[in-house]
Nanobody, 124 residues
Framework: QVQLVESGGGLVQAGDSLTLSCAASGPTLRTYAMGWFRQAPGKEREFVASISGGGGSTSYVDFVKGRFTISRDNAKNTVFLLMNSLKPEDTAVYYC?????????????????WGQGTQVTVSS
């Protein structure tokens, strides 16, 4: 079973940058696709970005393309989300997730593992 712990959230101003980290423990991280999701107050959890086990493939939701970058360091069992040009509408709890399938992780199936989330607040 994969255990995920996010860190790096906080309060920033619009236009600032922030990097989230997700430390994983358990089975070899390379065997898992990893993703970031977010949930704003009163809204459903939504997909943000994902990366394949080896890091060779990535996927982003349209509204973060060009601003956010997902990466991973399998040697350190850590996944990152670099967020640039932050906007107030990026305010949400950000969750790290792991799934054995890169093609499936966006669908948030029952096979997904979740972290506890980290709050990101962007002020205008």
């Amino acid at each position: 079973q994969v255990q995920l712990v996010e860190s790096g959230g906080g309060l920033v101003q619009a236009g600032d940058s922030l990097t989230l980290s997700c430390a994983a423990s358990g089975p070899t991280l390379r065997t898992y696709a990893m993703g970031w999701f977010r949930q704003a107050p009163g809204k459903e959890r939504e997909f943000v970005a994902s990366i394949s086990g080896g890091g060779g493939s990535t996927s982003y939701v349209d509204f973060v393309k060009g601003r956010f970058t997902i990466s991973r360091d399998n040697a350190k069992n850590t996944v990152f989300l670099l967020m640039n040009s932050l906007k107030p509408e990026d305010t949400a709890v950000y969750y790290c997730a792991a799934d054995t399938s890169f093609n499936r992780i966006q669908r948030m199936s029952v096979t997904i593992y979740w972290g506890q989330g980290t709050q990101v607040t962007v002020s205008s």
